[in-house]
C-alpha cells in the first residue's frame, strides 16, 4: 500500500509535505521473530523503486528512521528543494540503508530489553552533564522521476 499512495508534493511546506508522504510499520510480537536485515531491506528497496516510478519528473528526497518511542520504521519523502530534513533535533545523514535497518531490527524489535542510550553510570540517571546527546541516524536517497 505504501507505494501505491498519490504523492504530495509542497515545496512551500516541508511539514505538510512530509507528513502526508510518511508512512510507518512496526511488526507484531510474533512476528518480530521472523524479521531480518534482508526482509526489511528489501522491503525498503521496492518501496523506493515504486516512489522513484511514480515522481513524473520531480526530484524528491526519500528519507528513513527509527522512531525508537513508537518503536517503529519510519520513513517518507519530501521535495528535494527545501534543502534540509524535516527533524527539530541533531540528524546524522546516512546512504547505507543497512545501517538504519540492523539499529532497528537488532537494538529494538529483536531486543526485549531496549532502552534509549544512556551514558551507563546508574548514579547519574536524571543528570543533564551525564546524558548522552540525541542524534538521530536517518537513511537518505536522492530520487528523480
Not at 539499529?103 to 531486543?111: A, R, T, Y
Request: hydrophobic fraction near 40%; aromatic fraction near 10%.
Amino acid at each position: 500500500m505504501a507505494g501505491h499512495d498519490e504523492i504530495v508534493v509542497d515545496p512551500a511546506d516541508i511539514v505538510h509535505e512530509a507528513r502526508a508522504n510518511m508512512w510507518h510499520f512496526s511488526p507484531s510480537d510474533e512476528e518480530s521473530n521472523q524479521i531480518t536485515v534482508a526482509g526489511v531491506e528489501q522491503f525498503i528497496g521496492e518501496i523506493i523503486k515504486n516512489r522513484k516510478a511514480n515522481l513524473n519528473g520531480r526530484e524528491m528526497l526519500f528519507y528513513c528512521w527509527h522512531d525508537a518511542q513508537a518503536r517503529q520504521l519510519r520513513f517518507s519523502l519530501i521535495s528535494k528543494s527545501h534543502n534540509r530534513l524535516p527533524f527539530g533535533c541533531t540528524v546524522k545523514q546516512t546512504f547505507e540503508l543497512s545501517s538504519v535497518i540492523e539499529h532497528i531490527v537488532h537494538n529494538d524489535w529483536l531486543n526485549d530489553q531496549y532502552f534509549q542510550e544512556s551514558c551507563g553510570h546508574a548514579e547519574c540517571e536524571g543528570h543533564v552533564e551525564c546524558q548522552v546527546p540525541f542524534v538521530l541516524l536517518v537513511f537518505v536517497a536522492n530520487l528523480a522521476g
